[in-house]
Structures are given as C-alpha cells and as structure tokens.
C-alpha cells in the first residue's frame, strides 16, 4: 500500500469497534478506515476485541480496572509500540488515550512525531502533558470549547471537530413516543437525571451503553440507575450494535444528552441529528456547538427544563436536523483535517520522508 504509515494507540481499556460506546475509539475507528481507503498503512494498538480496517496489534482487556490493571497496561502498550516502532518505519504516531503520557516512545523512537488528541476534558489529563519538553509530540483538540479551557501558552492547538459517517444514519423507520441517552454510563453522564426528566415529561427512556470496570461506574449503575429503572418503560439496554442503535436513534422522539462534565464533543448527539433526531442536552462543553437551539433541538439548564422541552421535540424539524450533520458532522470531513495535520506534522520533522495523505476524491464517504 502507497501512503504515510501511521501507528494508532487507543486508549486501553475500550475495544475500538462499532458498538463501543466511546468517542475516542469510534474517531480512531474511522480513522483507521479512512486511511486504508486512502492506500496508507495503518497499524492500530488496542484492547482484546477490538476490529479495525488495518493491522491490529492486540493487547489484554482486564475486567476490573484499578491500579495493577493500569500498570499492567502500560506495560503491555509500551511494548507493543517498541515493537512496531522497531518492525518497520513508522511516519507518525497517532495517540489516543487519556493516559498517554504513560507509554510515550522513548529513546531513539522518540524521534517519531507524536500526535495526541486531547478527547476529554483538560482538567481530566495529567497536567505535565502540557510540558512535555518535546518538540514533536503535537497535541490537538476536538473541539473550540476545550481549546479555551487549555493554559494560554497552548492557544494555537488545532481544532479537528469529531464527524460521523452520516450516511449510516439513513433510515425510513417512523418515529415512536420515546426518548433514548446513549454512552458510557457513568456519574458525569447524569443519565439519572436523563430518568428524573423522563418521568416528569411521561415519556419512556431507554439507556444504551456500557458500564466499564471501574469501581465508581460501577457504583454509580448500581445505586443512581437501577432502582430508577422497572423494565418496562425506563430500560437500560446493554451495549448497541450499530445497527441496532441506528434503528433506535431513528424511531426516538428524541436524545437526552444530560452531561455534567465539559464535554469535548459528542458523537452521540452527531448521530442523533443524521437520523433526524433532535438532541436535548445541558449547556456542557461543546454541546451548544453541536445543537443549534430551536432549531436541531434545545439546550437546557436542568431537568424541568429538559422535562418541558422534551414535549416539544416535534417541533423540530428531522430534515433540518439531518443536514445540520451532513453539512457540519460528516467523518470525511473529519478524515480530511487529520490528514492535512498529518502532513503538517510529518513535514514539520526532520529525517522522514512520507507520501501525501489525501482521501480518494476528498468527497467520498468513508465506509
């Protein structure tokens, strides 16, 4: 294959699949792919279940995550990528995990350009990803709302907004009474605040997702989520599969997005919209970036708030909502800004010679 060689890393412990509920690993996912349309190679570094496009060098996935869990993993990721840095030539190394800084390229492979994108809230990384002291590991943020959060020095970050293949979205399933959360269920999502909003809006709720093995999630499920649940109309239902979750985005009235933490993006919300769905979400990082108020649907200050605007869901228009995530959202455009980064980087570096990143007519979709 002709093209720039580029090593992914994800984040440890979520497999980078179709039906993993995060964003990091679903923009790796795509990442990979558009690079392989692209003739690239692309080598990807992740958990036990995972399924990409190109060449999958496989880690553990442990059950419960603590701190021998973390340092276990370190260990492994480490070695993967002395291992692939030392196999064969590698352009770039492309990053993705919250705890990066852990499994850096050292010693001579730290001459390898490094791109980190910061998929989370600033304030969850360790503050020395700011002061590195090298040169070539690029960060990069996912949205103009993070950006502002990062210490002023670092005020020319690129911003590469997330995308979503929106022609996957493309369903002709009616709409149902009912309004759906989907994501990682843990305390900073506030689904049981999504729940509170429901009952008091007399609308069913669904909740797709997984609850990963770390002690707070777990409790959080246990003690804010289920005793709201009774199986009927208030359902938790386990993680999605594409097209499952494709089929409930496109029948819901709409998407409950009730985070408390700054979120970073939301692919979720992105997929909403090119199902034609319209999104309710608290005023939470980029949230207001991606929903156009009254217009591809409402943000709110709290669960009465969502409650009421729930009601109203109906009077947004689902075509406006799609063409809001064909014209801003799309994964090729995404794909389109990390390659010219790419580039940039890589040119940027003495002593590596690449060949331009450019997708297949730079208007096809991935797939």
């Given at each position: 294959?002709k ?5 992914s890393?994800?984040?440890p ?22 690079l ?7 080598t ?6 995972s ?19 973390r ?15 030392d ?7 492309h ?21 980190a994108?910061l998929?989370?809230?600033i304030t969850?990384y360790n ?8 040169p ?7 949205s103009y ?5 990062c210490?002023p ?5 690129p911003v590469?907004?997330n ?7 493309s ?12 994501g ?5 999502k ?12 007399g609308?069913?709720l ?8 770390y ?20 359902r938790f239902?386990?993680p999605?599969g ?20 700054a979120?970073?993006?939301?692919l979720?919300a ?17 949230l ?9 649907g409402f ?9 009421e ?16 995530a ?22 940027r570096?003495s ?10 007519g ?6």
């Amino acid at each position: 294959m002709k093209g720039i060689t580029v090593l992914s890393i994800a984040y440890p412990f979520a497999p980078v699949r179709e039906d993993t509920a995060g964003g990091a690993e679903q923009v790796l996912r795509y990442m990979d792919e558009a690079l392989v349309e692209a003739g690239a190679v692309s080598t990807v570094i992740a958990c036990r279940g995972s399924k990409v496009r190109g060449n999958l060098v496989e880690t553990g996935r442990p059950g419960k995550i603590d701190d021998s869990a973390r340092s276990r993993a370190y260990r492994e990721i480490k070695a993967a990528v002395d291992y692939c840095l030392d196999a064969y030539p590698v352009d770039l190394v492309h990053m993705h995990g919250l705890d990066f800084d852990n499994y850096l390229p050292d010693g001579p492979a730290a001459a390898v350009p490094v791109l980190a994108t910061l998929h989370l809230p600033i304030t969850f990384y360790n503050p020395a990803v700011f002061d590195l002291g090298r040169p070539n590991v690029h960060l990069q943020c996912v949205s103009y709302s993070q950006l502002r959060l990062c210490p002023p020095e670092f005020a020319e970050i690129p911003v590469i907004e997330n995308g979503v293949d929106v022609n996957r979205f493309s369903t002709g399933i009616s709409r149902r009474c009912f309004a759906l959360s989907l994501g990682r269920v843990c305390p900073e999502k506030g689904f049981h605040l999504a729940l509170d909003a429901a009952r008091l809006a007399g609308m069913p709720l669904f909740i797709g997702g997984e609850v990963f093995g770390y002690e707070a999630h777990e409790t959080y499920y246990r003690e804010s989520i289920a005793p709201r649940l009774d199986g009927s109309r208030y359902r938790f239902l386990g993680p999605l599969g594409l097209a499952r979750k494709r089929r409930l985005l496109s029948a819901a009235r709409c998407l409950l997005a009730p985070s408390l933490a700054a979120e970073t993006s939301s692919l979720v919300a992105m997929e909403a919209l090119a199902c034609g769905t319209p999104v309710i979400a608290f005023p939470a990082g980029a949230l207001p970036e991606i929903v156009e108020h009254g217009k591809t649907g409402f943000i709110v200050e709290d669960v009465r708030g969502m409650a009421e605007a729930m009601k109203h869901a109906d009077r947004i228009d689902p075509d406006e909502c799609r063409r809001a995530a064909a014209g801003r959202f799309s994964a090729n455009r995404m794909a389109s800004g990390y390659f010219g980064l790419y580039n940039k980087i890589i040119e940027r570096s003495s002593g590596y010679k690449h060949a331009s990143a450019t997708l297949p007519g730079q208007a096809r979709q991935i797939r």
